[in-house]
């Protein structure tokens, strides 16, 4: 069995890794043909192998099927054609087939730990989060050394709020990669939302320093000096990843949030309005410059960019509730109403409570 | 010292250039003898007008003096006498300029001309220069001979003091006039309303008054009472004189409205006296008001008073002197309850020191909420005169600091007569402002709180590998909303059949504590009925009337809710077979079948009914909403039905006449369809707790 799973190894390295469906986030692999006879394998088991993975090629997904299975039969422990298998359910779509031949791996060759990422990332399509986390467990229990699955199982962690278990995988993603940024980046983001902070904004400088082609560890930091009102270190990050990207809409609006909370609110309308261009769809911005407009006592243009903001995104409660404030400091008191009652539908609290004392109920009814 | 000297002839000789005075004598005026002589008769009649005292006939004297001045203005008597008339008129404001032109041409025609000046800067909210003005005068005064001066003078200085620190931080307000159908060119002033404001009435002295007489003193017509409504409109109808027997040919003015508008306070002068008056209505007409009891009216003047959101206590001002301290004239509030047994007002304690300052307390109102006054002092931190204040009663029964409204609804004049609707947005005041209509106007405030916060947010790729941004956490502004904390219950009463009004007796009850708090009746003629149910307390509410059955309503209104305004007409059925009501005061724990202790007002009020009604044979049924299983839901409303069949015959009821039922989540008042159509989960829970209920029915009688 052991000489299984070393030629399965040695067999993946022919593999090639030919996309990346963005669309199902399923792994289309094409694997090369065989040598006859140069596996030791049955020849009727590896010619109809052969075949197999010609008509994979050719996307024939049902012969394809049909020879990987037919190689089975022949030769039942012939474990590339199980995993071939696998992967043409998952080219066919059909999922369940695939898990349960990834499974099926598994249970052949107990010191299989593929099988169990790629059920894991089957899981996560699922929105199967708990089962997930066991498969990427598992795979860990046979292969401690692969960053790959401490990382996928610690963004799970992550998306779960167990920001601590998540902040233990990204450590050992670090430990096993000292160079991984992306784990540093996503270590800094769990210890962040943990209350750690200086040992978020170490992992984001670290991260930041690993990768210099992208801003995102940059914007990261600048949000979290951000968020602890220390507006011009917070600045001075956003910047940085707008150097690195000038198209980074994100930093471009999170700056101008950095700026406006420092109370800067025409350089604040300027960063706004560069994102409006950057990204004419991205509502946040439209609302973000009519909170600007609202603190210049500005009231119809807070008007007229929390309706452009809700043009682009109907279920922005926070766009409904600048509005209000606006329409009631213009004195538009029934629409000021309506629009604490939409803004209080999408949540925004204190909304409601406006709503309520503001006497809504009899000014809408008049 | 050049320089300095250098300066004061300056001074002097620019004194000399633009202020020389021209007093009235006819020397100065050789070339027009005859415009003298008017302008001299003018003076003269107004200075006799100025004589009696404590009264000066100021408004009049003023126009004579502003005759005198137009001929002469130079003469710092009649600048003096001016700006003394305009301090005791509502254009207060214009008394500085008059004051600063007798000084100008002569700095000492009085001694008191720095006090006045003082005062002419303190109106005009220039507090630097008062308190110059008012330290000069400070300095020339003699404590040990003039102790009431000095300390008055004092006064001023720290009122100018508070003013300099209240206009940094307006508060945020619209005010608003509250136009031509309310006010007119005459003072319109003391306006009082309903808790939810749709109701109001205000004292005015114009033309058409009862009479149509004016006031010797004042030349202003003598006060009457309007009123105007909004029950049909957003918009106030046009004011209308309320007529006898609240109006006489004297003064008649308003104090007080209960929170539904059933009693009325009026303050009648009695010679002097000043007296607390209250008025019940009948529909439209209002009882001849009948003076309060001795615990109120004493031999001391009261002028303003108003109940509490129950009916059961009423506060009050009051000059009636302290027993151990304070002056007899010196205003302050009271608070007296009212005796169920005797059926009278009595048990009258002042409020504390914390509340009452040892200056005047006046125009005092209670906030539909029970629990918060507003109150006008010329104490406390005022900025001058009477400043309105608010203060609320603890749990423990203190009293909080009374916090000063602020400017601008404070000023350095009187403020007074303010108001607060139920909903704490909406307030009213008496205000003369430049843009009125003539005298004293009625104006809307509208409270706006503390400035509200625009929600800004950003979103950041907090994973490196996530295909969507994570938006950081909005974080809603931390603002304490000032609305009250309180709901009003308003609708009318009716017939189940013909919509006719019905007057109906109004039960509140506190469940916890299984009493009666409050009783109310509503109209007889519109069937209009107002509650005001302040937070904290589950209510238990009976709308009764002979030969109808009873209607239970029940309101948690929870201690920190917001203010809600709920209207819900009653109609009620007469007690005929088939009619059917909910008793919505029933209460059984979580899933079992046991009556809760508080159930037990309704079931009494059940009792009562069979008893009076000893034909009636009814069915006492049971539902659920449709959350669980049918079987368990059905055998719970089964149960449930049978505890209070129990009750009942425990109570006396025959057994025959009783039939229960479970129908469990058969018959839901909201569907299931219309449930999920709601948005807000708060309203889905209401549907679902409408549906869970214990129902009786006539099945004969």
Redesign the interface.
Known sequence: MRNLQSFLLLFCFFFILSTYGQEDSVKIVVANNVEIDSTGVDPEAQKAYNEGTTAFENKNYAEAIKQFKKAIEISPDFIIAHSNLAYTYLSDKKVEMAEQQFLHLTTMDETAHLPFYELGTLAELKDSTDLAIKYYSSAIDRMKSDKRYYYQRGILYFKLGQYETAVEDFSKVVLIDPKDADAYNDRGSAYKLTGKIDKAIADYTKAAELNKKSGLAYNNLGSLYREQKEYDRAIKAYDKAILIDQNNYLAWNNRGFAKFEKGEYPAALSDFKRVNLLSPDYAIAYNNIAGVYMEMEEYENVVTYSTKAIERDENLGAAYYNRAIANEMLRNEVQACKDWSQAADLGIRIAEEYYTTNSCGNLIEK | MKKIVLISVLSLFSISLFAQEVTFDKKNFKDNKKEFKEAEDHLKMADELMMPMPFPRYGQALNYYLKAQEFNPKSAHVNYQIGLCYLNTPQKFKALEYFQNAFQLNANLHPDIHYFLGRGFHLKMDWDKAINHYETHKGRIDSKKDLEAYMDVNKRILECQSGKQLVKNPVRV?IDNMGKQINSAYPEYGMVMTANASEIFFTSRRPGSTGDERDEFSDEYFEDVYTSNRYT??DWTPARNVGAPINTKGHDAVVSLSPDGSKMIVYIDDKGDGNLYESLRDGDTWSKPKKLNDAICSEYHEASAWYTPDGRQLYFISERPLVKKGDPKDRDIYVATWNEEKEEWGNVERLPENINSKYDEDGIYVHPDGKTIYFSSKGHNSMGGYDVFKAVKNEDGTWSDPENLGYPINTPDHDVFFVVAA????AYMTSFREDGFGGNDLYKVTL??EK?D????????????ATI?I??V?I??K?E????KLMILRGVVRDDESKSPIAADIELVDNETNKVIAEFTSDSKSGRYLVSLPGGKNYGIAVKATDYLFHSENFDVKQDA????VELNIDLKKVNVGKSIVLKNIFFDLSKYSLRPESEIELNRLTQLLIENPGLKIEISGHTDSRGSAAFNKELSKNRAKAVVDYLVEKGIKKDRLVFAGYGMEQPIKTDAEIAKM??RSDKEAAHQQNRRTEFKVLSK
Request: charged share 30%; aromatic share 6%.
């Open positions: 619209w409109s957003k909903n704490g947005r909406d706006l709180g509200k625009p929600i800004l947010s950003g979103e950041d790729m907090l994973l490196a590998n941004a938006r950081a909005q809603e502004p603002v909303v000032s609305g009250s917001s203010y809600k305004e948005s807000r």
